[in-house]
């Protein structure tokens, strides 16, 4: 944000490239701001409108008129969005039409290699 104010500082307007730039930054950050926080969570969520780390996930389809809803929500969010100001989030509830993914994230000790260091019949591909 303080390079977007300064470009538009030095003579009022932002080009294009500035822009494309600035914007570039923000989802730079953001994706490293994921890779240290995405640990923390035990749920990544995907909506048609956002991407949310979660610790709890109540995800309900629902029917009204004939019509079938998702009533989802979470608790103990972080949202991807590079806009908001606040990622984290203690309550989260989104009522949709569309498709929800909900996805449970291995645990570290879920991706322990063998103590042995093998892949067992994996290790005879090469030959």
């Keep these: 944000m303080a390079r977007a104010a300064r470009l538009i ?3 009022g307007t932002m080009s294009a490239e500035d822009l494309e730039n600035y914007e570039t930054d923000m989802e730079l950050q953001l994706y490293r701001e994921y890779r240290d926080v995405v640990g923390l969570f035990s749920y990544v969520v995907e ?4 991407f949310y780390l979660a610790n709890h996930v109540d995800l309900q389809a629902r029917s009204a008129d004939g019509e079938v809803y998702f009533d989802l929500t ?3 969010a972080w949202v991807w969005d590079v806009y908001r100001s606040a990622r984290f989030v203690k309550n989260v509830r989104v009522i949709t039409f569309k498709d929800v993914n909900v996805e449970e994230l291995p645990r570290s000790e879920d991706l322990a290699l063998p103590k042995d260091g093998g892949l067992g019949d994996l290790g ?3 030959n």
């Design 124 to 126: 005879d591909l090469g």
């Design 47 to 50: 909506t048609e409108r956002r």
């Design 74 to 76: 979470l608790q103990d």
């Design 9 to 11: 500082v030095q003579d």
